[in-house]
């Protein structure tokens, strides 16, 4: 891992200026974030493909979904409180019911928004999405995870969230890692506990796995980028040979990642299982590294459920 | 309008309303009033005003209609029948189970269904999308809305007037059911939307008023409409719930009602007699 850092917003710009010039029917529609989200550098370079329909969630969801009725291939951005929380129900009628080609990409989802506080961090936003049928769900992990999800997302005509952070994280993967729905991708290989991870928090589960493999546990970590359709092939093999599992995400530990893979689990094959997730709280201000600690969002968490699951793993 | 046209489609409205009660009544439940009171309006599009091809639904360049009272779509199906969209045999599956006509409508390109809705509120700016994409690949083409009154009282409505005036998006037409009623009551007790017609000028749009019910005036409306360029146009169409039955007309008829045998066959008679007033008139 080198220790370059980008924001994945970052590449949110990048990724939808690069699709803009391999295709002329994407159109961006903003809820009036172009600056924070990085889409000001699509709306530059393609004036006329770019729409700000202002402070209007909702009707941005609902001007996406007439784009894409018409032909176009619309992504529709804003930050995941109000775009997930705000215009729920647009999504649900506009986009899932309908299965149209409308992605939805959100910045600032998380508790490490920092200083802004609860209404600004969303901690809810894979649940919600989860539980709509048709929907596909993304959450890139670096920079060039979510550059290259979002260009590659132009190939599929399906709805689709990709959930994009506000803060620099290090880069991890390379221009050339490609990225499927309902893929997922083994970072390290360990034969003692599985940990799955998306998000900021795939780094935390690389620096407990040092720490574990000093105390002579290794642990198999799994990138589940793919939220919905979850991989679950990918994990069930790896619980399969390891007998137990830890599950981290920077999301309400309901319904989320954590959600997906209990359930896949528990009626599959159930093993001891943890989660490191917000525990049904809302956020708060503060810097994003304070929040991540106070939230108990870090490496120690994840050695801590590691170390009761693997006691009690199945063999 | 000539008075050949005018006679035609009162014709087919009389003929789509018959089929609007045999669907309501067959599902036993659905929104009577509020799908006859705007028959006038979608027939009036479907029979002449737009350009659409049956046999090739997904045609790029047609208009489009988008349904925003979802809850009306028994009219919007019957019509799409008649105008070849599909067999007029699927009609009597609405709201059953496994039918291509829901309750509320799918988006179903193939039926002619242009948009989703359902929910309410969603329509305009649905159709602020479509024609912001038309307006730059197809310039001909329009998107005809149709809100319920009601329905204005959700504020993503008036985001999406926001929007369509700001873009100047001349290729839309806003059309209001203004039959006054809403589930529980008047508009203008529950929360009233008047002045209407000022609350749309002052969103930026072009208004104008006519009677929904009357072909010659939307014919004259929707003309002094199309020569208004650079703002979107809203028409209020006043209608009345229930038109076609004196009962609903006359607000003796529940909101949902569910109609027994033999008031379906005395509000179909009342129909029939309509249509053979219209048979006089031809002669």
Redesign the interface.
């Known amino acids: 891992m080198t220790m370059e850092k980008r924001s994945t917003r970052e590449a949110l710009g990048d990724g939808l200026t690069e699709l803009g010039r391999l295709n002329e029917n994407v159109?961006v529609?903003d809820a009036d974030v172009a600056s924070s989200t990085y889409v000001k550098a699509f709306a530059d370079e393609f004036p006329?493909r770019y729409?700000n329909?202002?402070i209007?969630e909702?009707?941005m969801?609902?001007?996406?979904?007439?784009?894409?009725?018409?032909?176009?291939k619309?992504y529709a951005v804003a930050f995941s409180s109000f775009l997930i929380g705000r215009a729920y129900?647009?999504i649900?009628?506009?986009v899932a019911?309908?299965n149209?080609d409308v992605k939805l990409v959100a910045t600032h989802a998380g508790i490490t928004v920092g200083e802004d506080g609860s209404t600004h961090q969303m901690l809810e936003d894979l649940a919600l999405m989860r539980v709509l049928p048709n929907m596909n769900i993304f959450v890139p992990a670096d920079y060039w995870s979510a550059r290259n999800m979002i260009v590659s997302s132009y190939k599929n005509d399906k709805p689709l969230y990709i959930r994009l952070g506000r803060p620099e994280v290090p880069l991890f993967y390379s221009p050339w890692d490609e990225f499927h729905i309902g893929g997922g991708r083994i970072i390290r290989e360990g034969s003692d506990v599985s940990i799955v991870a998306c998000g900021i928090m795939l780094f935390e589960a690389l620096r407990a796995a040092d720490i574990l493999a000093r105390q002579g546990i290794e642990a198999e970590i799994i990138d589940c980028y793919s939220v919905k359709p979850l991989p679950e092939e990918l994990i069930q093999s790896s619980v399969r040979r390891t007998g137990c599992c830890v599950v981290a995400e920077e999301h309400n530990g309901m319904g989320g990642l954590c959600g997906a893979v209990a359930e896949s689990l528990g009626i599959n094959y159930p093993v001891p299982l943890r989660f490191v997730a917000v525990k049904d709280r809302f956020g708060e201000s503060g810097t994003p590294a304070e929040l991540q600690e106070y939230y108990s969002l870090k490496y120690r968490e994840i050695v801590g459920a590691v170390a009761q699951v693997w006691t009690t793993r199945r063999r | 309008m000539q008075r050949e046209l005018e006679l035609k489609l009162r014709r087919i409205a009389v003929e789509v309303r018959k089929d609007v009660l045999r669907m309501i009544s067959m599902a036993d439940s659905g929104h009577l009033g509020s799908a006859f009171s705007c028959v006038d309006i979608i027939v009036y599009l479907y029979f002449h005003l737009m350009r659409v091809n049956p046999q090739l639904p997904g045609w790029q360049e047609r208009d489009r209609f988008v349904l925003s009272k979802g809850h009306a779509c028994p009219s919007l199906y019957a019509v799409l029948a008649r105008r070849g969209y599909f067999e007029r045999q699927e009609l009597w599956n609405y709201r059953k189970l496994g039918s291509l006509l829901q309750g509320h409508p799918l988006y179903t390109n193939a039926l002619g269904i242009d948009a989703p809705s359902g929910s309410l509120g969603m329509g305009i700016g649905i159709s602020c999308g479509m024609a912001m994409a038309l307006k730059t690949d197809f310039p001909e083409s329009r998107v005809f809305c149709l809100v319920g009154d009601g329905e204005l009282q959700e504020g993503s409505c008036w985001e999406a007037l926001m929007t369509a005036s700001h873009w100047k998006l001349d290729n839309l037409y806003v059309i209001v059911d203004r039959n006054g009623l809403q589930m529980e009551g008047e508009t203008e007790t529950i929360k009233a939307l008047e002045p209407l017609k000022e609350k749309f000028e002052a969103f930026g749009l072009f208004c104008l008023e006519t009677c929904g019910h009357d072909f010659p005036s939307i014919y004259e409306t929707f003309a002094k409409a199309a020569q208004e360029k650079g703002f979107p146009k809203a028409i209020i169409a006043h209608t009345k719930w229930g038109r076609g039955i004196t009962l609903a007309e006359n607000g003796e008829m529940p909101v949902k009602a569910s109609l027994s045998r033999n008031q379906v066959t005395l509000l179909l008679d009342e129909l029939s007699k309509e249509s053979a007033a219209l048979s006089e008139e031809e002669r």
């Open positions: 159109v529609i006329d729409y329909v202002g209007a909702q009707n969801v609902e001007v996406a979904s007439g784009m894409a009725l018409a032909g176009k619309p129900d647009q649900r009628c506009c019911m309908p149209l």
